[in-house]
């Protein structure tokens, strides 16, 4: 029997000391309650991904140092008491010219290691066999490959050790384990959260555990970092495919298992829609905190979309450190002011009500403004109020646009867009309703206030930027739209393909131009966390001078 | 002897009828003038960088049916009366399942391309071998690499083909071509513009044509595709390495060039300042036009920054589709609105002239603002003016800030940072200052009037948002800061290196404090002409999030 730890840890980009801090602690608290092996994710010590600082000498040296200070501290005071643990610890590593694998690489090769402590000392190194560069990742351009396998001796087990990819591609570490007849491979990852993918993970975890014919650790960080959350998710299982614990998500952890024992701690799966909504709870609440934001401020409109923002805020931070300014104009309908103060008054958040009527006639009489620039006008000088409140209070401003109309380019650049993070930019606008219906279901649930005013969610969607608009009136419904963008911006299916779907033809042409046409505006839109298969930003990477458009 | 064309083209991304005429018409041209072989660059056809176009399957399809339409119609028309030339572009391909030299690769594969065209079919191809994957370029995501050589008879001659990075990179074609004993090294680029690289490149074709020991042809494309600009400088030297043929920078052009033959034309290369401003101008050009705007939209602010803008804007546009607006506060000096003005007598651009103090004071009864507030409201006054009257008649809107400013985070994100363009996001403020002086200094050589007022040049910077304020005030002297910041920027030196260099402790770790911080508005800023080795964007791809400070 074997005892092993998972460190499902929150750490920070760049901050070696803080998650060096965050390991030994865990460490600590794994080895006091009898853990043999302690895995600590995927470059759990650097922070994931660290991007072109893995690039940078200075960084390289730091955290080479950090690795071994980790190692001493955790000898000399952690694991001073329990001498025969072992730990795997992520990390980066970097190869000297002597020992590189490659040709044609810098004379410094930068690569996603695991290394084994033991006694205080670094006494093995994995370096990652296969690196992912798609979707989100960029490894090709970060490391080197590594070639060799790494086994290693815990208490009389043989334990293989893999990173992340290693486990969802062919050949390394999955053969090599069944090959040298292995008891457990563990497995360091750093894998961000997307819609559905915990049941894909599982599955392909105990699929893996059967073709490697070995019990299997999976190890994951937790936290949000810029446009990705990590979901934990850490889990083991024995080696004919049987769970045996599994830690929750959106939650640092330590989860202890016994190989050869009997199940331990498996923690409930969260349905969907709570699962997305707890990402996004997660990604906000790490990525204001982790950049030193006090508050966050919001433009509320009485809609639909700032008033789910605004609940994330309050669930993400508590009432006090979330204030939002409603800006009426001369187009808002009567019920929006109301509206959104009663959000306000669900959840305890601080309200203001600015009238951009001033500023508006200010800007009016300066300049000769209709239709279009008129619109954007008033969402602009929104923008600009949203902004001086938060310069002057130190707020960071939320922008709280979907994913439907920034796949269309339906906001105003320099608007409703700005803000330091955009904590729905990767919600269809139909998930948008389904995540505050699910909200306020589950304060019913446990007898609180639902947070979301109810007329927010019932009533049509508009920009209110025009006398009686509604969103109905320049795009199809939602339900359409966001099948239509499904099949477009995720399954990158042609025109002709979606006209074959039933879908009609003008409007197929019509959405999927205006898609193209928004790519400007979306670079310039901030980060916001992603949570379908393909989100806008690294996911998605397109050119703006662009003349392929797509017919049908 | 064999006659040689290299069709340095502008091609559009995704523009693939458009691209094909302009291949058309330059084979049919070379054709005409007696060439035997004629190079179009890499990817022409497609235009470069495709981006995730490239793992689109309608895209993918329509880019094959583009290639083979292509040799159809010039085995047709071009070259009807031409049946012995031989023409190779730069292409999209895509392997099929049943030939991908990889495994673990998707079920189609796409691979950057060379294919032979004779008698209107495509009789060849060739795969490029190696893929570029750091600095802006990412093809370890796109394309799977070739492995085989493609050696072809043209006229008796042998000519080895080869793409780009392979000219670079050590194995390959080069080496192919020394062992299978060619004539010619025929290399299709899409070699994006930095300073002194076309010297970087000639000294290449040299050292490449000796150790291949054959005449080398570097075929390149020319013009702007969002932060990239290509300049051309195709060129062809004889085994010797003696320059045979060398075209201009930033223009089309076809070069001829005879192996075997006495050298031909060779375009004179510019001064260094005199380049970079032709890649500005090309850059913005592009940009502007290949997006189909009519005309451009400055906030002239008296300063250097902007006047420079108009100024390129100016020799890009002519004067007639050049707008700008002076829109002083209380804190402009007296001299910003009259500097606007005389820039605008001098050039020829449209001016008007708004006050922002109606608005600034409606803002200041509204909210409560001082300070830094303040300061960035006059800024956002201006970029909602900007984007209102951009709105209101359909100008692109070009962004003003240098990459001094940029780097160290000295910009009003909404504010100044408003655009659709920013063409000297990647010129530190002393090249601005010497790109001004070079060319009032062209202009009086040819006898015009200098486009930039004297005043502009002279007086010291200032971002003009309080009482006397001072760029000096804030930031070191731009000579030194623009010294610091090449070193930490582009050489990655850490804080402590720039200490042993000579620079005060405490201005560098201030320094690379603001610009790690700034890296959330750099997010945000619009795109521009890269001209440096490493330019903000996908150059240089830093986390927000990120606890990681240098200290000397």
Chains 1, 2 share one sequence.
């Not at 000498?57 to 950090?66: H, N, T, V, W």
């Not at 208490?155 to 591609?169: F, K, T």
């Not at 050949?171 to 008891?183: M, Q, S």
């Not at 979330?322 to 959000?343: C, E, K, N, T, W």
Request: charge should be negative; aromatic fraction near 6%; charged fraction near 25%.
């Amino acid at each position: 029997m074997l005892r092993i730890a998972l460190a499902q840890i929150n750490p920070v980009v760049g901050d070696l000391a803080g998650n060096a801090r965050l390991i030994r602690a865990a460490v600590g608290e794994a080895a006091s309650q009898g853990a043999q092996l302690v895995l600590v994710p995927e470059m759990a010590l650097t922070g994931y991904p660290i991007e072109d600082l893995a690039l940078r000498p200075s960084f390289q040296d730091a955290a080479r140092q950090a690795l071994d200070d980790l190692a001493r501290e955790l000898g000399a005071h952690e694991l001073a008491a329990f001498p025969e643990v072992t730990v795997i610890v992520g990390c980066l590593d970097v190869l000297d010219a002597d020992d590189q694998p490659m040709a044609g690489r810098p004379r410094r090769a930068p690569v996603n290691a695991a290394a084994v402590i033991t006694r205080g000392l670094v006494t093995a190194r994995y370096i990652k066999h296969h690196l992912p560069n798609y979707g989100v990742f960029d490894e090709a351009r970060y490391f080197v490959p590594g070639n060799e396998p790494l086994l290693i001796n815990v208490a009389g087990h043989r334990v293989m050790v893999a990173i992340c990819e290693d486990l969802w591609q062919e050949g390394g570490p999955v053969t090599w384990a069944r090959e040298l007849g292995c008891d457990l491979l563990a497995v360091l990852n750093a894998s961000p959260y997307e819609r559905d993918k915990d049941d894909v993970r599982l599955a392909l975890c105990q699929t893996r555990a059967l073709e490697a014919n070995c019990a299997l650790a999976y190890a994951n960080i937790v936290g949000g970092q810029d446009e990705l959350v990590f979901d934990g998710d850490s889990l083991v299982v024995s080696s004919d495919g049987t769970l045996l614990a599994r830690a929750p998500q959106f939650e640092s952890a330590i989860l202890l298992a016994e190989l050869g024992g009997l199940p331990s701690t498996i923690a409930p799966r969260r349905d969907d829609v709570a699962e997305v909504y707890s990402a996004l709870v997660c990604g906000l609440r790490d990525y204001v905190d982790k950049n030193g934001f006090a508050s966050v401020l919001i433009g509320l409109s009485g809609g639909i979309d700032s008033a789910l923002v605004a609940a994330l805020a309050v669930d993400a931070f508590g009432p006090q450190r979330v204030f939002g300014i409603a800006m009426p104009s001369r187009y808002s309908s009567a019920h929006s002011v109301a509206d959104a103060f009663d959000l306000a008054a669900r959840t305890g958040l601080s309200i203001r009500e600015v009238s951009i009527a001033p500023m508006f006639n200010a800007y009016m009489d300066a300049l000769d403004l209709s239709g279009l620039a008129e619109e954007n006008l008033q969402a602009r000088i929104r923008g600009t109020t949203l902004m001086g409140v938060s310069n002057a209070e130190g707020h960071l401003v939320l922008a709280t646009g979907n994913k439907s109309e920034i796949s269309v380019g339906y906001s105003t650049i320099y608007g409703d867009a700005v803000g330091g993070y955009a904590p729905i930019k990767d919600v269809p606008k139909t998930l948008v309703w389904e995540l505050a219906r699910w909200r306020n279901d589950e304060a019913t649930r446990q007898g609180q206030t639902p947070p979301i005013p109810p007329n927010s969610i019932d009533k049509p969607p508009s920009a209110e930027l025009r006398p009686d608009q509604l969103d109905a009136d320049s795009l199809p419904d939602y339900e359409v739209l966001d099948r239509l963008l499904e099949a477009y911006v995720t399954g990158d299916r042609s025109a002709r393909d979606l006209v074959v779907a039933g879908f009609d033809q003008a409007m197929v042409e019509r959405i999927l131009r205006l898609t193209d046409l928004a790519e400007y505006k979306r670079r310039q839109y901030p980060p916001g966390t992603k949570i379908t298969l393909r989100a806008f930003g690294r996911d998605r990477r397109l050119p703006i001078t662009n003349r392929w458009h797509e017919s049908g």
